[in-house]
């Protein structure tokens, strides 16, 4: 490729980064997830951070897209990028759940005075073990 085919990607992937970044943004700003999950873990001071993150991972991974190419970072690169998407999709899952106010709903329904926590914690599990399921049967 020359240089100008390889210039014209990036601007494309740039582009098209930020489009999907500003979209999946303004869908979560408008259904409040972003500022939801931040209060519910206590780390409102950083939600400028998490912005700028999805800006930049959604930039990134469509770069990686356009671009077809990987990091020579091996098995644990590997890992760790998992448990990055693995983290942040739980939490949009969690977020969510709670936006549609899910948990209020269900606790009010089975009774439940104590025990979320622990709910919570076998959502996630359930997320991981279809996941697992998924990736090594599918």
Do not use: H
């Not at 409040?32 to 931040?38: H, N, P």
């Amino acid at each position: 490729m020359t240089w100008w085919q390889n210039g014209s990607f990036l601007v494309i992937g740039l582009c098209g980064g930020l489009l999907v970044a500003g979209g999946m943004f303004a869908f979560l700003a408008m259904a409040g997830v972003v500022t939801r999950l931040a209060a519910g873990t206590k780390t409102a001071k950083f939600l400028l951070f998490y912005e700028d993150a999805a800006l930049f991972g959604a930039t990134v991974g469509n770069l990686w897209y356009i671009y077809q190419t990987g990091l020579p970072s091996g098995r644990l690169g590997l890992g760790l990028y998992g448990l990055g998407a693995g983290i942040f999709t739980g939490c949009l899952a969690a977020a969510l759940a709670e936006v549609i106010n899910m948990l209020p709903v269900l606790s009010e329904r089975v009774s439940l005075k104590k025990g979320m926590t622990g709910i919570m914690v076998l959502f996630a599990l359930g997320k991981l073990a279809g996941a697992l399921f998924d990736l090594y049967f599918a």
